[in-house]
Nanobody, 124 residues
Framework: QVQLVESGGGLVQAGGSLRLSCAAS????????MGWFRQAPGKEREFVSS????????HYLNSVKGRFTISRDNAENTVYLRMNSLRPEDTAVYYC?????????????????WGQGTQVTVSS
């Protein structure tokens, strides 16, 4: 089992930037894909981005392509989500998760463990 702790959320104006971090401990997360999901009030959780075990391959929700960048530091067992040009519709609790396999995936059933989430609020 992997323990995941997200940080970096906060309140930002539209057009601003944030960088989320997810520190993993326990099972070696570096061998597995990692993902970011989000859940806005009254909405279902949705996929945001995924990165494979090596960091070479990434996948994004269409609405965040070109604005968000996922990356990972396997030496530090940490995955990041850089979010630029934030919009009010990006407001949500953001969760990181570790994959059951090594390749990118947008399906939440392909993830084993989840963090507690970090709130991102974008004001207009």
């Amino acid at each position: 089992q992997v323990q995941l702790v997200e940080s970096g959320g906060g309140l930002v104006q539209a057009g601003g930037s944030l960088r989320l971090s997810c520190a993993a401990s326990g099972r070696t997360a570096r061998n597995y894909a990692m993902g970011w999901f989000r859940q806005a009030p009254g909405k279902e959780r949705e996929f945001v981005s995924s990165i494979d075990w090596s960091g070479a391959f990434t996948h994004y929700l269409n609405s965040v392509k070109g604005r968000f960048t996922i990356s990972r530091d396997n030496a530090e067992n940490t995955v990041y989500l850089r979010m630029n040009s934030l919009r009010p519709e990006d407001t949500a609790v953001y969760y990181c998760a570790d994959g059951r396999g090594a390749v990118v995936t947008s399906r939440d059933i392909d993830y084993d463990d989840w963090g507690q989430g970090t709130q991102v609020t974008v004001s207009s």
